[in-house]
């Protein structure tokens, strides 16, 4: 057996390799961030909250299919620790076949989509942006390398050159015609850049060829993948149909964009974590220490850094909301509050430990709960409250989530509920203690505008730094030396 300075050791590589991703991983996000914030706060100063939820209709549409005819073939791919060469066609190929049937399927149910929200403009945008399913089925497959060997450089080059056509041309289309057609576009534009940059930026050359023994391979694993997938599709979207259904395209729009913006930091944060863990476990999966070692690390980091950023979203949603969007989106700000949860319900790192551990079973029966949870709850807390009673739906079925996997943590890789309990409370109290601070500051403005805006995020920015630095003395279970220099490791 190995001792602890070996593990940790080991450990410690292991965390520094996955870093350098990280960082690319997290230099990709932040990007796309920054171009997600431009285009949202310019297209909703051009176009109406109609007008996403128009969208978002043919997307509901066009992701219901998609995730009912999930394969799983990626993720058992980036899991298996043998050379996959020899499954890559065969994936592919399946995935034109896919793509198309998709595509088909989208075109004859688009007038019946349209007739069950009461909105008759929705068939062509369906049919339209419907396209997407067969342009991203002839991405190259070799792409998924990108992930298998933590080479995320490559895939920051390939994600953001198609989201910066996507901005860019939504953007211009909008000033033009001020109209839903420039968020088709975009979608479109952006699909087809990463298409062609997916053989650009990778050798491998896909060829037509149906091998059923490595499909039935994959199937084995990817099956669960699927289940857990349509479940997760549910929760994840389920709401938007039945509010868009109760309550039209307008509160459609309204709540869609609530979700991104409460999302769009700290549940980023979360699953960019688990994008880089997910294949860093997976080469370790049968050393259980190295793999409780490297779940500590990946909780600890993601822990400091979301449950600040979900507080400060919570204390300052009236006031970003009103400076940045203007008034008439002032309707989203208690849904945008209540889902700022979602980000701590994801902090924890176990998903990423269930599936290296070829557990995705676990995954797929959570999901059944959280599901389950939803359906319960979501219509009568929509009918009561509106939009905030579907982000309550939504962000309270996900929060009883994490205690079950914490049980599976200790069951599968020995790491006690008691130690997770500690990795939490440090930046609990440090954010509790922030969004005080906060909210005293404010009171001592009569108006928030964009400066007294920046000046509070600042604040809020360096009293939890500083309260981090303090009460960390307290805390053995924390290293932030330690964090700091493999994170800056991972840099060089």
Known sequence: MQDQPQIEKASSGLFKRAVKGGWWIFASRMTQQAMAMVRLVVLTNLLTPADFGLLGYALLTISILNQFSMTGFNVALVQKKSDIEDYLSSAWTFGL???????????????????????????????????????????????????????????????????MANVTVAIILAVIYKSVWALVAGQLTGMVIRCILSYVLHTYRPSLKLNWARIKEMWEYGKHIMVSTILQFGCLEGDDILLGKMLGANALGLYRIAYKI?????????????????????????????????????????LLVVFPISGGL?????????????PEWIEMAASMQILCLLGIAKSNQGGSVLYSMKRPDIIKWLTVLRFSLIVLSI??????????????????????????????????????????????????????????IVHFTRMHFDQVGILSLFLLIAVGVVSYSLLILVLERFYKEYNLAEIVRNLLGGLK
């Open 314 to 326: 919570i204390v300052l949603a009236n006031e970003l909301i009103w400076v940045v969007f203007g």
């Open 379 to 436: 219509y009568p807390l929509t009918k009561m409250f509106g939009m905030a009673g579907t982000a309550a739906s939504v962000t309270f079925s996900s929060l009883l989530i994490p205690p079950i996997v914490l049980y599976y943590m200790k069951k599968l890789i020995g790491h006690p509920i008691r130690e997770y309990i500690k990795l939490v409370s440090l930046p609990l109290l440090a954010t509790v203690c922030m969004m005080w």
């Open 97 to 163: 076949i896919r793509g198309a049937v998709l595509y088909i399927l989208l075109f004859f149910i688009a007038p019946y989509v349209a007739v069950f929200f009461k909105s008759p403009q929705v068939t062509l945008i369906i049919r339209v942006v419907g396209l997407s399913a067969i342009i991203t089925s002839f991405n190259n497959i070799g792409t998924i390398f990108f992930q298998k060997d933590l080479d995320f450089r490559r895939q920051y080059i390939f994600t953001n050159l198609g989201t």
């Open 262 to 302: 409460s999302n769009m930091m700290a549940t980023e944060i979360s699953d960019l974590i688990g994008r880089v863990a997910f294949p860093a476990f997976s080469k370790v999966q049968d050393d259980i220490a190295k793999l409780r070692a490297g779940y500590v690390k990946a909780s600890q980091v993601v």
